[in-house]
Every structure is written in structure tokens, then in C-alpha cells.
């Protein structure tokens, strides 16, 4: 249970910025930090002076590879909050990476691009977090493009991802005339009056938009009723709520997953982030508010671990990485208990005993060493050997349980890979089985007859950033043969075909047997196929329809 000293949690917020990409989760979360002090500059993204982006491919590409957890302080109402927020990929392939991050997080921010609404991209991210259990505020993003619109992203969260949006802000002005905020909770008006987005006026809502926003506040108060009895029978009664009252019913609503506040705003010219924040600590739970994580011990039954730094220890690795400077990092979540370093865990994944060596926090531009991480908090634990991504830590000598664990995709695409020089041999194997231990999705195995080695991952541009990092990190220039492909569907129906395909493709032929068998998965959830193919890419037209 949480005890007096587990009040620390009430200012926790383990938050994932879920987009689709491009629709600005690297500048977002680039500002954030920068508003929280953790950055000092405002960089241009991807230009490596400021960006959580760390790896080149990362720049060069613009996609967020690696899912870290950088810890910030966010000052709300004169208190002080620590804001965790664990970087989700938005890029399809990677879907274990988004998988793990969703496991970890408390709560996330989906980012829209206002100019486009919901795309179906961010509709994959949306289903996503619906899976998880993931509680969310929507951000509006790029309010000053062209074709942006408030109303477009509000609809579409309504029609497009049946949700209910509740939304808290109103924009003053769109596209090229975006000037301000209007928070609709408290009636006041945030212009911005210089291009760091740091000289704010704080003023009444303007005349113009008086009645739509009164309109709009009356809504939101009707949606905030239908969450929260207490504010229903006042409604009933005809009485107005306070801010605190109405802030409170918007939270309650928003952590059951009923309703999903929105708001406005644009990371690049610096409008609405500190909005942002504010609504991050008013309607996202801390980790006291979601439901206790839970394990299966040997016998089959059931433990809870409460959030609570007193409690047993139980903790989920969720990235494993490696780095230049201190070798192998394990990013971990510690759910309950407190995380020591110097101590003994118990891995029951593996089922191993390990010793905890240094402990690190890791800061957008630095890595504080910490003693301990308690329930609740994040990290990186240097030492660990044998623990991988969904593994489970507990307290050395505790009862053995299996935290719910991350379920790790099959790869849908393998290809063969040869270093162009001979001599690199050993150096490939060495490098390729160094990141196979970093990414469960990514394997890699060699026929022992014919001495080939062959790499899966879960898309085309997974393996090709693979390959890219085996060149960079390990020096090893490979090539890659015709990729393979199993290909993901959404099916309805059981299906268990088998038939032979021939394809002409510039003149050359492939053939082919695929091999299909595969159930129905809850929707969104993509799909893989079991198969077995000869001789190149399967066609899709060639895969016989699922019945
Ligand atoms: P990510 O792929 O989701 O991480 O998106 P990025 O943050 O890299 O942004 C994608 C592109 O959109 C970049 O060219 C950004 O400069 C641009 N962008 C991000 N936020 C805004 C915004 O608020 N307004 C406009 N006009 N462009 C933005």
C-alpha cells in the first residue's frame, strides 16, 4: 500500500509523446525540454546541437529510433513536478520499440499535425495506446501552417478514433494570423509576443471570441458531468463549478480513459508548450493513479505491486542499449520497491541472480548518478549482464513472480547479408549478435551448411538502419541480398492456405511457395503471417485471400 512517504508520487508523470512522424514529437518534446531548463538553446531539430535525437541515422532520417526516458522538472501552482518522458517511435516498423514504451508510461500527449487531422498513421499510434491503457491529451500541433485547424482535429479525434474529446483550449487565430491560447477551463487569454515563446500576456478572453468560447466552456462542462456524479448533480441543480471542480472531474474523466482533452499549439514558433505542461500535470495521472502493475508467481496466483517505494521490489526492463562509455545500459521502470545500486536482483525472466552496479538518470544534456531509483521512478542500470527488454527484476531472495511482460513481435522481413571484404567475417558476427542483444525484433542466424548469414527485423527500414549501424559502430561494410518478406494483415477469420506463386519482375522470374496460417488479432494490432518462402519477395497479390 502507499504509505506517507509515497507522497512524492502525487508529483510523478511518466508521460510518452505518441505521434505519427512528422507531426512535430521531436520539436515538442525538443521545447518541453527546453521550457523545463534541460535544454538551453532552441535548436532547429535534427541540427545535433539540441535534440533527444542522439543517433546520426536519427538525424539524418528524422525518426526516433531509440526509446529513452529523460528526466524533467515542470513547476506547477508553486510546486515542483519531475515529468519522465519516455521517447515513443512513431515510425511503423518499430512497433516493439512503441510496444515498450506504451508498457512503461503512465500517460501520453498524442500529437496531431492540425493542418492534416487524424491521419491514418496516427490512428496505428491512437490504437495503440487504446491497447495499453494508455490515458491521453491530444496536442493540436502546427496551429500556424497552412490548413491548420482546431475544429478538423477535434472532429476527426470524434469521428475518426471514436473518441470523446474534451477540448480545454481554444486558438487565437490559425495558420499565419495564430497569435494566442485561450484556456477555456479558466477563461483567460495567453498571447505571444516574442519568438522564444518566453513573454507571455495573460489577459481576459477577447470580446471576438467571448461567445464561442462561453459556448464551448458550457460543453465541456455538460462532457466533465457525465464522468463525475458530483459535478453532474450540480450541473442538475444549475450551478456553476469551480475551476478546481471542473479541473478535477476533467482529470477523473481523462485517467478512466473517457474523455481526452485537447489542445493547441505550435512546437516550432514556441506557442502553447508551456500550456502543454500545465495540462500534463492538471489531467495525467501519476503512477499512484493508474492500476498496479501485477505478476504471476510459480503457483499461477496472482500479486499485486502497489506503487510504493516501501513495497517489494518489481521492476521491467524495457531498452536495452549499448553505449560508448560505460558498455551495456538497461533502461528500467521500477514499479514498486526501491532499486539499489551496489545490491543483488533476481532477473526471474532469466532466472538468474545479478548485481546492480551504477545507477543513472538520464537528463536531455546530462546523466546524473543516483543511489537508488524508487517506485514509480526511471532509469539506467549499468552492470546488469543477462537482462533483456521485457525482463523482470524483483528483490534478490523475494518470491518469484513474471511481471506482465512486452510481447515481442515475429520479424516479418529477413534478407542475407555478406561482409563486402571477407577478412570482416568475425567483425560482422560480433557486431550483428551486439545488436541482436539490444533489439528483440532484430535476429540474426547462419546456415551451417552453406555458411550464410541471414538478418529478420520487422521492415525494410529497420534492417537498412541495422545494417547502416553495423558500418558505422562495428566498421563492417556488408552487403544485403533481396529482401523477404512476410506480410502483416488485419484478418477477421482464421485462414490456413498453401499454394506456389511465380512472379516476372524485369525480366526475371521468381518462384515460390508461401505458406499461410495465422488467427484473427484484436484490431489495430497488425498482423503477421507464418510463412515459408523460396526464392524472393512474396507478392502480395500472390498471398491467396484470407477467407
Ligand atoms: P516528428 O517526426 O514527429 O518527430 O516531427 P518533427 O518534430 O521532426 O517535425 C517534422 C517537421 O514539422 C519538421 O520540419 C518541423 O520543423 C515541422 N514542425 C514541427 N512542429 C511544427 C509547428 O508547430 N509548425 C510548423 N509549421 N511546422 C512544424
Known amino acids: ?78 510546486q515542483e513536478y519531475t515529468v519522465n518522458i519516455i521517447d515513443t517511435p512513431g515510425h511503423v516498423d518499430f512497433t516493439i520499440e512503441v510496444e515498450r514504451s506504451m508498457r512503461v508510461l503512465d500517460g501520453a500527449v498524442a500529437v496531431f499535425d492540425a493542418s492534416q487531422g487524424v491521419e491514418p498513421q496516427s490512428e496505428t499510434v491512437w490504437r495503440q495506446a487504446d491497447r495499453y491503457g494508455v490515458p491521453r491529451i491530444a496536442f493540436a500541433n502546427k496551429m500556424d501552417k497552412t490548413g491548420a485547424s482546431f475544429e478538423l482535429v477535434v472532429n476527426d479525434i470524434r469521428e475518426r478514433l471514436g473518441a470523446i474529446p474534451a477540448p480545454v483550449q481554444y486558438p487565437m487565430g490559425q495558420e499565419s494570423d495564430f497569435k494566442g491560447i485561450i484556456d477555456i477551463v479558466r477563461m483567460r487569454s495567453y498571447t505571444y509576443t516574442n519568438d522564444l515563446g518566453t513573454d507571455i500576456v495573460e489577459g481576459d478572453v477577447p470580446t471576438e471570441y467571448a461567445d464561442k468560447v462561453a459556448e464551448m466552456r458550457q460543453a465541456l462542462i455538460e462532457a466533465a458531468a457525465e464522468v463525475d456524479e458530483e459535478l453532474m448533480m450540480m450541473y442538475l441543480e444549475g450551478e456553476e463549478p469551480s475551476v478546481e471542480q471542473l479541473v478535477a472531474a476533467l482529470r477523473k474523466g481523462t485517467i478512466e480513459k473517457k474523455i481526452f482533452p485537447v489542445l493547441c499549439g505550435s512546437s516550432l514558433k514556441n506557442k502553447g508548450v508551456q500550456l502543454l ?12 493513479e493508474v492500476p498496479a502493475i501485477r505478476g504471476t508467481k510459480e503457483n499461477g496466483e496472482v500479486k499485486e505491486f502497489p506503487a510504493s517505494a516501501e513495497g517489494d521490489l518489481a521492476a521491467l526492463a524495457f531498452k536495452i542499449m549499448a553505449d560508448p562509455y560505460v558498455g551495456r545500459l538497461t533502461f528500467v521502470r521500477v514499479y514498486s520497491g526501491t532499486l539499489k545500486s551496489g545490491t543483488y536482483v533476481y532477473n526471474a525472466s532469466k532466472d538468474k541472480r545479478e548485481r546492480v552496479g551504477r545507477l543513472l538518470k538520464m537528463h536531455a544534456n546530462h546523466r546524473e548518478e543516483v543511489a537508488e531509483l524508487k517506485a514509480g521512478e526511471l532509469g539506467a542500470v549499468i552492470g546488469l549482464k543477462d537482462a533483456g527488454t521485457g525482463n523482470t527484476l524483483i528483490g534478490d531472495g523475494d518470491e518469484h513472480v513474471l511481471l506482465e511482460s512486452i510481447d515481442i513481435p515475429e520479424p516479418v522481413i529477413k534478407l542475407a547479408i555478406e561482409p563486402k571484404t571477407k577478412a570482416d567475417q568475425e567483425k560482422m558476427g560480433v ?32 534492417l537498412e538502419i541495422l545494417v547502416d549501424r553495423l558500418k558505422r559502430e562495428y566498421k563492417v561494410d556488408a552487403n544485403v541480398g533481396a529482401p523477404q518478406v512476410a506480410y502483416r494483415e488485419t484478418i477477421t477469420k482464421p485462414v490456413d492456405v498453401e499454394g506456389k506463386f ?13 505458406k499461410i496460417k495465422a488467427e484473427p488479432m484484436p484490431p489495430g494490432s497488425g498482423f503477421v503471417f507464418e510463412n515459408a518462402v523460396v526464392g524472393g519477395t512474396v507478392p502480395r497479390e500472390y498471398i491467396p485471400a484470407a477467407q
Not at 57 to 76: F, L, M, N, V, Y
Not at 502 to 514: A, D, K, L, N, T
Open 502 to 514: 511465380v512472379r516476372q519482375s524485369g525480366g526475371r522470374g521468381q518462384f515460390g511457395h508461401v
Open 277 to 288: 505542461l500545465d495540462a500534463v500535470i492538471d489531467y495525467l495521472p501519476n503512477p499512484l
Open 431 to 462: 557486431g550483428l549478435s551486439r545488436l541482436a542483444e539490444e533489439d528483440p525484433t532484430f535476429r540474426v542466424s547462419t546456415d551451417p551448411e552453406s555458411g550464410q548469414t541471414t538478418i529478420e527485423g520487422m521492415g525494410e527500414l529497420h
Open 1 to 78: 500500500m502507499a504509505t506517507k512517504t509515497d507522497a512524492y508520487l502525487t508529483h510523478f508523470r511518466n508521460i510518452g509523446i505518441a505521434a505519427h512522424i512528422d507531426a512535430g514529437k521531436t520539436t515538442t518534446t525538443e521545447r518541453i525540454l527546453y521550457y523545463t531548463g534541460r535544454l538551453h538553446t532552441i535548436g532547429e531539430v535534427h541540427d545535433g546541437a539540441a535534440t533527444m535525437d542522439w543517433m546520426e541515422q536519427e538525424r539524418e532520417r528524422g525518426i526516433t529510433i531509440t526509446a529513452a526516458a529523460t528526466t524533467a522538472k515542470w513547476t506547477r501552482s508553486g
